[in-house]
């Protein structure tokens, strides 16, 4: 079982940055793949970014690519999203879930923490 607790979102206004953590309970979180989801009001959840066990394979969806970046700590078992030059689209209730991102199946989620970008 891995539970994962996400923290690090709030209020900025555009062109600022924002780092979120996605922190996990269990020994196994190494051995998983985490990705960052998002959504916002009225639209479908969509991937941000994944990285897989190890750190060294990262994608991105297109929008945020030279932005966002996603690393992560297994010695913390902590996966971090570095939000920089946002904007007002980048709001939205962010999640990490752990899992196998080639196979996009994450069975394990957090509770999202709130990203609000102001103009």
């Known amino acids: 079982q891995v539970q994962l607790v996400e923290s690090g979102g709030g209020l900025v206004q555009a062109g600022g940055s924002l780092r979120l953590s996605c922190a996990a309970s269990?020994?196994?979180?190494?051995?998983?793949?985490v990705g960052w989801f998002r959504q916002a009001p009225g639209k479908e959840r969509e991937s941000v970014a994944d990285?897989?066990?190890?750190?060294?394979?990262?994608s991105y969806r297109a929008s945020v690519k030279g932005r966002f970046t996603i690393s992560r700590d297994n010695a913390k078992n902590t996966v971090y999203l570095q939000m920089n030059s946002l904007k007002p689209e980048d709001t939205a209730v962010y999640y990490c879930?752990?899992?196998?991102?080639?196979?996009?199946?994450?069975?394990?989620w957090g509770q999202g923490t709130q990203v609000t970008v102001s103009s």
């Open positions: 269990g020994r196994t979180f190494s051995t998983y793949g």
């Open positions: 879930a752990a899992g196998n991102p080639v196979l996009s199946r994450y069975p394990y």
């Open positions: 990285i897989n066990w190890s750190g060294g394979i990262t």
